[in-house]
Protein backbone atom coordinates (compact mmCIF):
# COMPACT_ATOMS: atom_id res chain seq x y z
CA UNK A 1 0.00 0.00 0.00
CA UNK A 2 2.68 2.33 0.81
CA UNK A 3 4.23 1.73 -2.44
CA UNK A 4 1.08 2.52 -4.19
CA UNK A 5 0.60 5.59 -2.56
CA UNK A 6 4.28 7.11 -2.86
CA UNK A 7 3.81 5.60 -7.39
CA UNK A 8 0.03 7.95 -7.22
CA UNK A 9 2.03 11.02 -5.62
CA UNK A 10 4.84 10.95 -8.16
CA UNK A 11 2.40 10.47 -11.22
CA UNK A 12 0.53 13.43 -10.04
CA UNK A 13 3.30 15.64 -9.63
CA UNK A 14 4.40 14.70 -13.20
CA UNK A 15 1.39 15.08 -14.77
CA UNK A 16 1.88 18.54 -14.16
CA UNK A 17 4.80 18.80 -15.75
CA UNK A 18 3.72 16.67 -18.79
CA UNK A 19 0.54 19.03 -19.34
CA UNK A 20 2.82 22.19 -18.89
CA UNK A 21 4.93 20.70 -21.65
CA UNK A 22 1.89 19.56 -23.88
CA UNK A 23 0.52 23.34 -23.47
CA UNK A 24 3.54 24.83 -24.63
CA UNK A 25 4.20 22.01 -27.60
CA UNK A 26 0.47 22.72 -28.80
CA UNK A 27 0.89 26.53 -29.02
CA UNK A 28 4.24 26.23 -30.56
CA UNK A 29 3.15 23.81 -33.32
CA UNK A 30 0.36 26.00 -34.68
CA UNK A 31 1.99 29.52 -34.17
CA UNK A 32 5.37 27.85 -36.37
CA UNK A 33 3.68 29.54 -39.50
CA UNK A 34 3.32 32.81 -38.19
CA UNK A 35 6.75 32.41 -36.30
CA UNK A 36 8.40 31.63 -39.74
CA UNK A 37 6.68 34.56 -42.03
CA UNK A 38 7.32 37.17 -39.30
CA UNK A 39 9.96 35.56 -36.40
CA UNK A 40 11.03 37.89 -33.41
CA UNK A 41 9.99 41.22 -35.44
CA UNK A 42 6.05 40.24 -34.36
CA UNK A 43 7.01 40.83 -31.10
CA UNK A 44 7.59 44.87 -31.86
CA UNK A 45 5.11 45.52 -35.04
CA UNK A 46 2.19 47.18 -34.42
CA UNK A 47 -0.07 46.24 -36.85
CA UNK A 48 -2.61 43.67 -36.99
CA UNK A 49 -4.25 42.65 -40.26
CA UNK A 50 -2.96 45.10 -42.38
CA UNK A 51 -3.00 44.82 -46.23
CA UNK A 52 0.78 46.16 -47.65
CA UNK A 53 1.98 45.74 -51.00
CA UNK A 54 5.36 43.75 -51.37
CA UNK A 55 7.73 44.14 -54.55
CA UNK A 56 7.93 41.41 -56.58
CA UNK A 57 10.70 41.74 -58.80
CA UNK A 58 10.77 38.30 -60.72
CA UNK A 59 6.82 39.11 -61.34
CA UNK A 60 7.33 42.47 -62.94
CA UNK A 61 9.94 40.81 -65.20
CA UNK A 62 7.35 38.16 -66.60
CA UNK A 63 4.53 40.29 -66.77
CA UNK A 64 6.82 42.71 -68.89
CA UNK A 65 7.96 39.33 -71.21
CA UNK A 66 4.25 38.47 -71.37
CA UNK A 67 3.63 42.20 -72.96
CA UNK A 68 6.66 42.16 -75.88
CA UNK A 69 5.31 38.45 -76.52
CA UNK A 70 1.73 40.04 -77.47
CA UNK A 71 3.30 42.79 -78.61
CA UNK A 72 5.41 41.01 -81.32
CA UNK A 73 2.33 38.21 -81.82
CA UNK A 74 -0.03 40.58 -82.98
CA UNK A 75 2.43 42.81 -85.57
CA UNK A 76 3.52 38.82 -87.08
CA UNK A 77 -0.45 38.16 -87.40
CA UNK A 78 -1.20 41.26 -89.68
CA UNK A 79 -3.15 41.42 -92.13
CA UNK A 80 -0.98 41.06 -95.71
CA UNK A 81 -1.33 44.21 -97.59
CA UNK A 82 0.30 43.13 -101.16
CA UNK A 83 0.57 40.08 -103.40
CA UNK A 84 3.67 38.77 -101.95
CA UNK A 85 2.67 37.94 -98.42
CA UNK A 86 -0.44 36.65 -99.28
CA UNK A 87 1.10 33.24 -99.93
CA UNK A 88 -1.64 30.33 -100.26
CA UNK A 89 -5.02 32.73 -100.44
CA UNK A 90 -6.33 32.37 -104.18
CA UNK A 91 -5.61 35.74 -106.18
CA UNK A 92 -8.11 34.70 -108.79
CA UNK A 93 -11.90 33.32 -109.20
CA UNK A 94 -11.42 30.29 -110.61
CA UNK A 95 -9.46 29.30 -107.51
CA UNK A 96 -11.53 30.75 -105.10
CA UNK A 97 -13.85 27.31 -104.78
CA UNK A 98 -16.69 27.42 -102.44
CA UNK A 99 -15.71 30.79 -100.93
CA UNK A 100 -19.00 33.11 -101.86
CA UNK A 101 -18.38 35.72 -103.99
CA UNK A 102 -21.13 38.50 -103.42
CA UNK A 103 -22.40 39.95 -100.29
CA UNK A 104 -26.01 37.70 -100.18
CA UNK A 105 -23.33 34.73 -100.05
CA UNK A 106 -21.63 35.73 -97.72
CA UNK A 107 -23.09 34.90 -94.71
CA UNK A 108 -21.89 35.32 -91.48
CA UNK A 109 -18.02 36.49 -92.33
CA UNK A 110 -18.01 40.56 -91.10
CA UNK A 111 -17.80 42.77 -94.30
CA UNK A 112 -16.29 45.89 -92.31
CA UNK A 113 -14.27 47.08 -89.09
CA UNK A 114 -17.54 47.57 -87.18
CA UNK A 115 -18.80 44.21 -87.83
CA UNK A 116 -15.51 42.62 -86.89
CA UNK A 117 -15.95 41.70 -83.41
CA UNK A 118 -13.49 40.46 -80.96
CA UNK A 119 -10.58 40.68 -83.70
CA UNK A 120 -8.38 43.12 -83.44
CA UNK A 121 -7.21 45.73 -86.09
CA UNK A 122 -4.22 47.69 -84.69
CA UNK A 123 -1.88 47.97 -82.32
CA UNK A 124 -4.10 50.36 -79.70
CA UNK A 125 -6.69 47.30 -79.98
CA UNK A 126 -4.74 44.81 -78.42
CA UNK A 127 -5.39 44.05 -74.92
CA UNK A 128 -2.06 43.71 -73.28
CA UNK A 129 -2.09 42.67 -69.16
CA UNK A 130 -0.57 45.55 -66.99
CA UNK A 131 2.55 45.77 -65.39
CA UNK A 132 2.52 45.24 -61.91
CA UNK A 133 5.23 44.93 -59.37
CA UNK A 134 4.27 44.00 -56.57
CA UNK A 135 1.60 41.35 -54.49
CA UNK A 136 -0.35 41.95 -51.62
CA UNK A 137 0.50 40.75 -47.76
CA UNK A 138 -1.41 41.02 -44.46
CA UNK A 139 0.94 42.00 -41.69
CA UNK A 140 0.44 40.64 -38.16
CA UNK A 141 1.83 42.18 -35.09
CA UNK A 142 1.61 41.37 -31.32
CA UNK A 143 2.76 45.09 -30.13
CA UNK A 144 -0.38 46.34 -28.74
CA UNK A 145 -1.60 43.72 -27.56
CA UNK A 146 1.43 42.84 -25.31
CA UNK A 147 1.58 46.08 -24.04
CA UNK A 148 -2.15 46.92 -23.43
CA UNK A 149 -1.74 43.47 -21.25
CA UNK A 150 1.16 44.50 -19.54
CA UNK A 151 -0.59 48.05 -18.71
CA UNK A 152 -3.53 46.73 -17.44
CA UNK A 153 -1.72 44.22 -15.35
CA UNK A 154 1.02 46.34 -13.76
CA UNK A 155 -2.99 49.02 -13.28
CA UNK A 156 -4.85 46.33 -11.58
CA UNK A 157 -1.47 45.47 -9.06
CA UNK A 158 -1.42 48.98 -8.36
CA UNK A 159 -4.74 49.27 -7.13
CA UNK A 160 -5.44 45.92 -5.39
CA UNK A 161 -2.26 45.80 -3.25
CA UNK A 162 -2.59 48.27 -0.96
CA UNK A 163 -6.22 47.49 -0.88
CA UNK A 164 -6.28 44.09 -0.35
CA UNK A 165 -3.18 44.31 2.34
CA UNK A 166 -5.34 46.99 4.34
CA UNK A 167 -8.57 44.72 4.01
CA UNK A 168 -6.08 41.45 5.47
CA UNK A 169 -4.61 43.64 8.07
CA UNK A 170 -8.37 44.18 9.15
CA UNK A 171 -9.76 40.81 9.42
CA UNK A 172 -6.63 39.54 11.07
CA UNK A 173 -5.36 42.07 13.65
CA UNK A 174 -7.77 45.28 14.07
CA UNK A 175 -11.69 43.83 13.23
CA UNK A 176 -13.66 42.00 16.51
CA UNK A 177 -14.19 38.47 15.80
CA UNK A 178 -18.79 39.64 14.96
CA UNK A 179 -17.37 41.93 12.33
CA UNK A 180 -14.60 39.97 11.10
CA UNK A 181 -15.87 36.59 10.32
CA UNK A 182 -18.87 38.30 7.81
CA UNK A 183 -16.52 40.18 6.13
CA UNK A 184 -14.45 37.39 5.57
CA UNK A 185 -17.52 35.24 4.10
CA UNK A 186 -18.14 38.58 1.92
CA UNK A 187 -14.81 38.50 0.45
CA UNK A 188 -14.46 35.12 -0.19
CA UNK A 189 -17.68 35.15 -1.85
CA UNK A 190 -16.31 38.12 -4.30
CA UNK A 191 -14.12 35.64 -5.29
CA UNK A 192 -16.46 33.21 -6.55
CA UNK A 193 -18.08 35.87 -8.50
CA UNK A 194 -17.95 34.84 -12.58
CA UNK A 195 -15.59 37.23 -14.16
CA UNK A 196 -18.56 37.66 -17.26
CA UNK A 197 -20.20 39.61 -13.85
CA UNK A 198 -17.50 42.09 -13.12
CA UNK A 199 -17.32 42.96 -16.97
CA UNK A 200 -21.25 44.01 -17.06
CA UNK A 201 -20.88 45.45 -14.07
CA UNK A 202 -17.86 47.35 -15.10
CA UNK A 203 -19.48 48.14 -18.87
CA UNK A 204 -22.41 49.65 -17.79
CA UNK A 205 -22.04 51.25 -14.41
CA UNK A 206 -18.62 51.56 -13.19
CA UNK A 207 -17.11 52.66 -16.15
CA UNK A 208 -19.42 55.40 -16.87
CA UNK A 209 -18.28 56.56 -13.45
CA UNK A 210 -14.67 56.36 -13.97
CA UNK A 211 -15.48 58.13 -17.25
CA UNK A 212 -17.55 60.93 -15.11
CA UNK A 213 -14.82 61.52 -12.94
CA UNK A 214 -11.39 61.42 -14.81
CA UNK A 215 -12.82 62.28 -18.74
CA UNK A 216 -12.17 59.95 -21.51
CA UNK A 217 -14.40 57.03 -22.87
CA UNK A 218 -16.36 54.80 -20.58
CA UNK A 219 -13.86 51.80 -21.70
CA UNK A 220 -10.33 52.24 -21.66
CA UNK A 221 -7.31 51.20 -19.94
CA UNK A 222 -7.80 52.81 -16.61
CA UNK A 223 -11.61 50.77 -15.75
CA UNK A 224 -10.06 47.35 -17.34
CA UNK A 225 -7.13 48.01 -14.89
CA UNK A 226 -9.54 49.00 -12.14
CA UNK A 227 -11.85 46.30 -12.97
CA UNK A 228 -9.04 43.72 -12.78
CA UNK A 229 -8.18 45.03 -9.37
CA UNK A 230 -11.54 44.10 -8.33
CA UNK A 231 -11.22 41.14 -9.17
CA UNK A 232 -8.27 40.10 -7.47
CA UNK A 233 -8.59 41.98 -4.56
CA UNK A 234 -10.25 39.25 -2.98
CA UNK A 235 -7.65 36.40 -4.00
CA UNK A 236 -4.98 38.56 -2.53
CA UNK A 237 -7.07 39.47 0.77
CA UNK A 238 -8.08 36.08 1.68
CA UNK A 239 -4.55 34.57 1.20
CA UNK A 240 -2.94 37.28 3.17
CA UNK A 241 -5.10 37.09 5.64
CA UNK A 242 -4.60 33.24 5.95
CA UNK A 243 -0.97 34.09 6.11
CA UNK A 244 -1.18 36.33 8.62
CA UNK A 245 -3.18 34.18 10.71
CA UNK A 246 -0.31 31.46 10.55
CA UNK A 247 1.75 33.71 12.99
CA UNK A 248 2.08 32.06 16.45
CA UNK A 249 0.31 34.13 19.68
CA UNK A 250 3.37 34.05 21.58
CA UNK A 251 5.33 36.31 18.46
CA UNK A 252 2.85 39.04 18.65
CA UNK A 253 2.16 39.18 22.64
CA UNK A 254 5.87 38.86 23.34
CA UNK A 255 6.28 41.94 20.97
CA UNK A 256 3.25 43.68 23.03
CA UNK A 257 5.09 42.79 26.46
CA UNK A 258 8.21 44.86 25.25
CA UNK A 259 6.09 47.61 24.58
CA UNK A 260 5.85 47.91 20.52
CA UNK A 261 2.90 49.54 19.22
CA UNK A 262 -0.07 47.55 16.59
CA UNK A 263 1.14 48.99 14.09
CA UNK A 264 5.65 47.61 14.90
CA UNK A 265 4.01 44.52 15.41
CA UNK A 266 2.21 43.98 12.22
CA UNK A 267 5.19 45.33 10.28
CA UNK A 268 8.02 43.83 12.57
CA UNK A 269 6.28 40.81 13.12
CA UNK A 270 3.45 39.24 11.87
CA UNK A 271 4.55 40.60 8.07
CA UNK A 272 7.95 39.11 8.13
CA UNK A 273 6.85 35.85 9.83
CA UNK A 274 3.80 35.19 6.78
CA UNK A 275 6.09 36.79 4.12
CA UNK A 276 6.36 33.72 1.50
CA UNK A 277 2.25 33.61 2.02
CA UNK A 278 1.74 37.11 1.25
CA UNK A 279 4.25 36.80 -1.86
CA UNK A 280 2.10 33.96 -3.01
CA UNK A 281 -0.98 35.71 -3.08
CA UNK A 282 0.50 38.21 -4.94
CA UNK A 283 1.55 36.17 -7.52
CA UNK A 284 -1.72 34.29 -8.10
CA UNK A 285 -3.48 37.18 -8.33
CA UNK A 286 -0.98 38.63 -10.94
CA UNK A 287 -1.53 35.13 -12.90
CA UNK A 288 -5.38 35.89 -12.20
CA UNK A 289 -4.55 39.57 -13.99
CA UNK A 290 -2.52 37.91 -17.19
CA UNK A 291 -5.33 35.78 -18.11
CA UNK A 292 -8.51 37.63 -17.31
CA UNK A 293 -10.48 37.62 -20.32
CA UNK A 294 -14.34 37.86 -20.22
CA UNK A 295 -14.10 41.23 -17.48
CA UNK A 296 -11.09 43.21 -19.74
CA UNK A 297 -12.87 42.02 -23.09
CA UNK A 298 -16.17 44.23 -21.99
CA UNK A 299 -14.28 47.41 -20.70
CA UNK A 300 -11.14 48.09 -22.32
CA UNK A 301 -12.01 49.16 -26.21
CA UNK A 302 -10.91 46.02 -27.82
CA UNK A 303 -9.12 49.04 -30.04
CA UNK A 304 -5.85 48.17 -31.88
CA UNK A 305 -4.12 51.09 -30.85
CA UNK A 306 -1.53 52.70 -28.09
CA UNK A 307 -3.51 54.04 -25.02
CA UNK A 308 -1.33 57.82 -25.20
CA UNK A 309 -3.35 57.73 -21.91
CA UNK A 310 -5.34 56.08 -19.25
CA UNK A 311 -8.84 56.97 -20.35
CA UNK A 312 -7.75 55.81 -23.70
CA UNK A 313 -9.39 52.50 -25.16
CA UNK A 314 -6.67 49.86 -26.69
CA UNK A 315 -6.83 45.64 -26.24
CA UNK A 316 -5.24 42.83 -24.81
CA UNK A 317 -3.89 39.66 -26.06
CA UNK A 318 -6.68 37.86 -23.98
CA UNK A 319 -9.31 39.87 -25.68
CA UNK A 320 -7.72 39.91 -29.37
CA UNK A 321 -8.01 35.54 -28.77
CA UNK A 322 -11.34 36.00 -27.55
CA UNK A 323 -12.66 38.68 -30.26
CA UNK A 324 -11.18 36.86 -33.23
CA UNK A 325 -10.62 33.21 -32.84
CA UNK A 326 -13.71 31.84 -34.08
CA UNK A 327 -13.51 33.71 -37.56
CA UNK A 328 -9.79 33.12 -38.19
CA UNK A 329 -7.94 30.62 -40.33
CA UNK A 330 -5.42 30.46 -41.70
CA UNK A 331 -1.86 32.87 -40.91
CA UNK A 332 -4.58 34.81 -38.92
CA UNK A 333 -5.18 31.76 -36.90
CA UNK A 334 -1.60 31.09 -36.71
CA UNK A 335 -0.72 34.35 -35.65
CA UNK A 336 -3.18 33.79 -32.34
CA UNK A 337 -1.50 31.32 -31.42
CA UNK A 338 1.80 33.36 -31.43
CA UNK A 339 0.31 36.07 -29.50
CA UNK A 340 -0.91 33.19 -26.94
CA UNK A 341 2.20 31.73 -26.86
CA UNK A 342 3.83 35.27 -26.20
CA UNK A 343 1.06 35.09 -23.31
CA UNK A 344 2.53 31.57 -22.05
CA UNK A 345 5.91 32.89 -21.99
CA UNK A 346 5.26 35.76 -20.54
CA UNK A 347 3.01 34.84 -17.84
CA UNK A 348 5.72 31.67 -17.00
CA UNK A 349 8.59 34.29 -17.14
CA UNK A 350 7.20 36.80 -14.64
CA UNK A 351 5.59 34.48 -12.00
CA UNK A 352 8.81 32.06 -12.32
CA UNK A 353 11.08 35.54 -11.35
CA UNK A 354 8.62 36.21 -8.24
CA UNK A 355 8.37 32.57 -6.90
CA UNK A 356 12.42 32.59 -7.49
CA UNK A 357 13.61 35.69 -6.26
CA UNK A 358 11.36 36.83 -3.32
CA UNK A 359 10.68 33.12 -2.48
CA UNK A 360 14.47 32.04 -2.43
CA UNK A 361 15.78 30.40 0.75
CA UNK A 362 18.31 32.65 2.77
CA UNK A 363 21.65 30.86 3.28
Given amino acids: MEAIFKKLSSFSATLILILLSAIFVVLFIYAKPAIKEYGLHFIIDPRWDVTVEVNNKNSAASLQTAQNNTTSTASSSAIPTDSDDIGNIPTDNDDIGNIPQDNDDIGNIPQDNDDIGNIPQDSDDITVPQQNSSNVKVIYGGLIPIVGTVLSTILAMFFAVPIAMG?????????????????????????????????????????????????????????????????????????????????????????????????????????????????????????????????????????FSFPHKLTDPTVSIPVVLANNFAESSGMSLSALFYLALILFVISFAVISFAKFYFLREKK
Avoid: C
Avoid at 176 to 195: D, H, N
Avoid at 227 to 236: Q, S
Avoid at 294 to 300: E, K, L, N
Fill in 167 to 303: IAIFLSEIAPPFIAKPVGIAIELLAAIPSIIYGMWGLFYFGPLVADVFGGSSVSLLVAGMVLAVMIIPFMASLTRDSMNTTPNVLKESAYAMGATKFEVIKDVIFPYAKKGIIGSMILALGRALGETMAVAFVIGGV
